[in-house]
């Protein structure tokens, strides 16, 4: 019953100890770890995760379907947006910054300084 309620306070809780006590500010990349681990033995073992958190889904064919075409639009949309930029100001994605020209890049740039 403890692992049915509290599995994700002890991801939680995995994650943030090291980040306030090892190592200060790396919450994100300590949450990923967890996360990480977390998925792989998930994947491992599903059975174990169905027993403590089941998540009823749906096996409808048009629900699957219309869910990966609109990923499907989407990541196609980012892909020639991401190209025509690359393409129009002659940039190299590999070394250069492809949202350096926008407000929220300078603005999260500023931020981190």
């Excluded at 699957?64 to 980012?78: D, H, K, Q, R």
Aim: hydrophobic share 50%; with cysteine.
């Amino acid at each position: 019953m403890f692992l049915r309620k509290g599995h994700g306070l002890i991801l939680l809780l995995s994650c943030t100890i090291p980040a306030f006590f090892i190592k200060r500010g790396a919450w994100l990349q300590h949450r990923a770890s967890t996360l990480a681990l977390w998925i792989m033995f998930v994947m491992t073992v599903p059975t174990f995760a169905d027993r403590i958190a089941p998540v009823p889904t749906t096996h409808n064919p048009k629900a699957f379907f219309a869910v990966s075409l609109i990923a499907l639009l989407a990541n196609a949309a980012l892909f020639i947006y991401q190209f025509r930029k690359i393409v129009k100001n002659r940039l190299n994605p590999l070394k250069a910054e492809i949202y350096s020209e926008t407000a929220s890049y300078r603005h999260v740039l500023t931020d981190s300084l």
